[in-house]
């Protein structure tokens, strides 16, 4: 692969150094890597920028459990990024409920691996190493570059104290949640969703842990919910003496200490005793639906840049990884056909996350603002009562449907809670109603507006049933 570098190259200088490809990614996470490795292979020129040194990339802030496992795209695939998978015999969740006095198992349907995540980061980069990606590394993205007509051009970095200019074709955002390349770019002619609050992001926080006696969970992911309904703990088991514990709040509630948080329910665990904490890390996720559309001329963004994170378990590397495939797919058609300007050329990109995990994670995050609107005490009940399979469909499917002997059990179940149930099942249809408008979104640009106002109307219906404050 050859990049092209004009301008005053190397040492500290006023003038910026040029490096001219034809796809400039930003970010090396699982998103930017899956984009970069994807065109990579396709013969194209492709940099990705990356604002940590070679050692620190791919460390991230994560829970570390890998849903869909089982099936990645095949630009890194799956045999690659095994040697990160410490732990497959999770089939589970273990719900603990408190306040009911409750724990629940409930099936996680498909294949879930619990990660050494900075392990998988370097493998990720490996793979979109040996796809051909050069990587350049300790170089911060400070702005974005737009021509007279709004096309994005490129990026402007500082790359070990010295500015560097990136130019290409295409630009792809993979610089993860609240990514400051959407601050920098105008957007205002384009599609592009600029409709980002901190309101539809979760602050999160993970530690890793090492026990001296193995745990008897290590086949559980382990959820239990915050002392306020909008957030939850996780006990996640790498290995049974190795444990991923974090916690995390939606930025719309009044914030949580969240170090103390944890460390408070830590000291509550026999199991944790004198344990060890290895690592500790911090960050924000999206918890929202996908961006409405995430291109504009010569500018795409996937993964936590576009929203595509599951809105109710934080999960978004799946998301990431066929979101920068979708991308590059995309880019590289815009590029052949020497259309990389025009949105309409990079529609399809937008239709693609729709059809595969969009409208599920839009339809799930209604759950996400009914459960701000409720009582935590309500809502735990509510949870008790409801069969686990149920819950496992609600929690990754978007919907689940649920018989009328099912709903007397759960009615007997929870009575004093019968307020919240009927307003579950308000929610749930406007749940199912804004999964049927999702799953037909515009297949091309022109229908975008009218599609846009219609989800609108159906959100308005969703606030009122729910009593939630407009986090849109
Ligand atoms: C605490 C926590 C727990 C989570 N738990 C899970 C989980 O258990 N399972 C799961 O599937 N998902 C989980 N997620 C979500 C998951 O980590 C993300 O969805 C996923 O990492 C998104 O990948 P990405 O490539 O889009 O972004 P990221 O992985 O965030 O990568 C973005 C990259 O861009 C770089 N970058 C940012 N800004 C710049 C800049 N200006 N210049 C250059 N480089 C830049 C960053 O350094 C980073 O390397 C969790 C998230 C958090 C915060």
């Keep these: 692969m050859t990049t092209h570098q004009d301008g005053n190259a190397g040492g500290a200088s006023a003038t910026a150094r040029t490096v001219s490809v034809d796809v400039v990614v930003v970010g090396a996470g699982t998103s930017g890597c899956y984009a970069a490795a994807t065109i990579a292979d396709a013969g194209y020129d492709v940099v990705i920028v990356e604002r940590k040194d070679e050692t620190e990339a791919g460390h991230i802030a994560c829970g570390d459990a890998l849903k869909g496992a089982s099936d ?47 392990e998988y980061g370097r493998c990720l980069i490996e793979g979109a190493n040996d796809s051909g990606v050069e990587f350049h ?26 500015p560097v200019t990136y130019e290409g074709d295409m630009v792809i955002d993979g610089a993860g949640a609240l990514s400051i ?3 920098k770019t105008d957007l205002e002619d384009a599609t592009f969703d600029t409709n980002v609050q901190y309101s539809q992001f979760c602050s999160a926080y993970r530690e890793i842990i090492e026990v001296d006696e193995p745990v008897e969970w290590d086949d559980a992911l382990v959820f239990k919910p915050t ?33 103390d948080d944890l460390k408070r329910d830590l000291q509550g665990r026999s199991e944790f005793k ?112 409801l069969p686990g399979e149920k819950l496992a469909e609600a929690l990754y499917g978007g919907s689940t449907s649920i018989g009328l ?56 219906d969703i606030y009122e049933v729910t009593g939630a404050e407009p986090k849109y």
Excluded: C
């Design 72 to 118: 990645f795209p095949e630009a890194i695939p799956k045999s690659q990024l095994e040697p990160a998978f410490t732990n497959t015999d999770v089939d589970h969740g273990r719900f603990e409920i408190p306040q009911e006095d409750t724990v629940l198992e409930i099936p996680v349907p498909g294949e879930l691996a619990v990660i050494d995540r900075w």
């Design 137 to 162: 590394y300790d170089t911060v993205v400070q702005d974005v570059l737009q021509d007279d007509s709004g096309r994005v051009t490129g990026v402007k970095a500082m790359r070990k104290g010295d």
């Design 181 to 183: 390349l959407q601050d």
């Design 227 to 259: 002392e306020r309904s909008a957030g939850y703990l996780w006990y996640f088991p790498r290995t049974d003496t190795e444990i991923n514990a974090g916690l995390g709040f939606q930025m719309n509630e009044e914030p949580m200490e969240l170090v």
């Design 274 to 385: 004198g344990a060890e904490v290895q690592d500790k890390l911090g960050a924000a996720l999206p918890t929202r639906r996908p961006y409405d559309s995430a291109v504009a001329p010569g500018f795409m963004a996937v993964g936590d840049a576009a929203g595509h994170v599951n809105p109710t378990t934080g999960g978004g590397i799946a998301g990431a990884a066929y979101a920068g495939t979708y991308a590059a797919e995309q880019a590289i058609e815009a590029i052949e056909s020497g259309r990389t300007d025009d949105e309409a050329a990079l529609w399809e990109y937008n239709e693609r996350v729709m059809e595969h995990f969009g409208a599920r994670y839009a339809a799930l995050d209604v759950y996400n603002i009914f459960t701000t609107a409720y009582d935590v005490d309500d809502l735990m009940a509510l949870l008790a009562a």
């Design 405 to 460: 002997g099912l709903k007397i059990k759960m009615a007997v179940k929870s009575i004093g809670h019968l307020g919240t149930i009927r307003d579950l099942y308000q929610t749930k249809k406007a749940a199912d109603r804004l999964l049927d408008h999702y799953q037909s979104y515009p297949s091309d640009r022109s229908g975008f507006e009218a599609w846009q106002r219609e989800r609108d109307s159906i959100m308005d």
